[in-house]
């Protein structure tokens, strides 16, 4: 049964770490943190970005799970199911690399999707980055992706309302 459970912890985790990527994608990087996310929104030819310090602090995050559950190293102090919640958070990372990095910015591989739902998680993020700065905005998930019709209907009512500044090429 402890098991199931510890599975349980890890998918509940993995589907937790979408909600703080949201959280802290709209409120942390699109705010105090911009100095460190506004390179990912600009042009460059450089290999890594300042934005990839978020990642590191990802790992950091993970890493303090497997520290607190270790009954090895913290005795009866330690909370095993950390353990798990850090296997939940490493798992996010890999998907967030693999899919925002991978698939939607053609770090690691160069595939665009035509059809189906790997597309609509290109459009939504792509949509994202339509803005010029760090305010307003649309998408600011990693794995769930809006409708992108409702997307570009959300950044023409921010663009007319002065709330962000939208790229011309989109919700002309």
Excluded: C
């Excluded at 937790?16 to 911009?34: L, N």
């Excluded at 799970?65 to 939940?88: H, K, N, V």
């Excluded at 958070?89 to 693999?98: C, P, Q, R």
């Excluded at 035509?114 to 792509?126: D, E, I, N, P, T």
């Amino acid at each position: 049964m402890q098991i199931v459970i510890n599975i349980l912890i890890v998918l509940a985790s993995v589907a937790a770490m979408e909600f703080v990527a949201w959280w802290s994608h709209k409120y942390i990087m699109h705010g105090w943190g911009w100095a460190w996310h506004r390179d990912h929104h600009e042009p460059h030819d450089n290999v890594l970005e300042k934005n990839d310090l978020f990642g590191v602090v990802g790992a950091v995050i993970s890493i303090s799970m497997f520290l607190w559950g270790s009954r090895l190293l913290l005795g009866e102090w330690a909370f095993p199911p950390a353990t798990y919640i850090g296997i939940g958070v490493m798992i996010y990372g890999a998907i967030y690399t693999l899919i925002h990095d991978g698939l939607v910015h053609q770090r690691y591989f160069k595939w665009v999707p035509k059809k189906g739902y790997a597309k609509r998680l290109v459009q939504a993020h792509k949509l994202h980055h339509a803005t010029i700065g760090k305010e307003g905005g649309v998408s600011f998930g990693f794995i769930i992706a809006e409708d992108p019709a409702k997307l570009k209907q959300e950044l023409k009512r921010q663009r007319e309302q002065g709330v962000a500044v939208v790229r011309d090429a989109i919700g002309a």
